[in-house]
């Protein structure tokens, strides 16, 4: 089994510290669209992310955190699956 996780809107830089419930860069509409985009496999709107949004490179500044998604979605290929099973 192989699981998944992490922080895919990380830009700690422009978080307001002294008003965290503030929401910068629209930071969960990213989110949602990355959601969405992971439940249907839409893996190509996935990989080309910084066409989501007009935010989405500030809201992922840097791939490290971005990356390990996409190495976890390729599980999701059929051909994979074939070859596992």
Sequence with gaps: MIIGSGNIVHNLGLIDFHNIDAEPLN????????????LNKNHKNLIDYQKMSDFASLAVPTLDHYLPMIYTIALQEKMFSKICL
Excluded at 27 to 38: H, M, T
């Design 27 to 38: 930071g969960s509409r990213i989110d949602e669209k990355v959601k969405l985009n992971l």
